[in-house]
């Protein structure tokens, strides 16, 4: 679906929440955000999704990361249904806002409407869509899943951390990176550059073409 995406700024909408109104760029302010939306309140699988996030705040708030829910309901809605999102993931707390849009006006502008998942009326539903949101109001990164499939949480922290490191180090994880493994240093940036900015070193990997620029090093850093 044409709309919103990685590098596109996330639309300052008001909206109305369980924290009450707030704006969309206020609310992200110079942290990283995470928007993410769900077809309905009551529902199976976004009941599991909203309490695995709230697990993960910890982690989040260690990170400098701020959550935004979304589902079509009515605000009344969602704090009842929180209830169930909590009763279900004992332990969790659901302390992030999160956002109604009985309209369907908000998910529009956001590029969150499935396609195919319709509600009783025939409206449009919102899809399970996530933005990650930078300080700078960008679109970083998005996912999106279909009704049936619920989202790793881990792979949402995971690629949170991700995006942070190459804000700050000029670097890139490679495939499967977990925090604490070592990143790659962009093309970006010359031996030389290289040598200032990492003073830990770093490892060419020789590969046939001879052209050097497979360079892993080590960040020792699980936060920015």
Not at 100 to 121: F, G, H, T, W, Y
Not at 181 to 206: H, L, T
């Amino acid at each position: 679906m044409p709309g919103l995406t990685i590098g596109d700024t996330i639309p300052d909408l008001e909206l109305e929440t369980t924290h009450g109104k707030i704006k969309i760029h206020d609310y992200v302010g110079d942290s990283f955000c995470i928007i993410f939306s769900h077809p309905a309140d009551f529902t199976p699988v976004c009941t599991t999704e909203l309490g695995g996030m709230a697990k993960c705040m910890p982690e989040f708030q260690k990170n400098g990361v701020k959550l935004l829910g979304f589902s079509c309901d009515d605000v009344e809605s969602h704090k009842e249904w929180l209830k169930d999102v909590e009763a279900f993931t004992p332990g969790s707390h659901v302390r992030y806002p999160i956002a109604a849009d009985p309209k369907r006006e908000s998910i529009k502008q956001l590029n969150m409407v499935d396609p195919e998942e319709k509600d009783a009326e025939g409206k449009s539903l919102p899809s399970r869509a996530l933005h990650i949101v930078g300080p700078d109001k960008k679109v970083k990164a998005s996912m999106l899943y279909p009704a049936s499939t619920g989202r790793s949480m881990e792979e949402v922290v995971r690629v949170v951390q991700s995006l942070q490191l190459a804000a700050k180090y000029m670097v890139a994880t490679p495939v499967n990176w977990k925090p604490g493994d070592p990143v790659v240093i962009s093309p970006r940036v010359s031996d030389e550059e290289a040598k200032r900015m990492f003073p830990q070193g770093f490892e060419v990997k020789d590969l046939p073409s001879k052209k050097g620029y497979l360079r892993f090093t080590q960040i020792q850093t699980t936060a920015t």
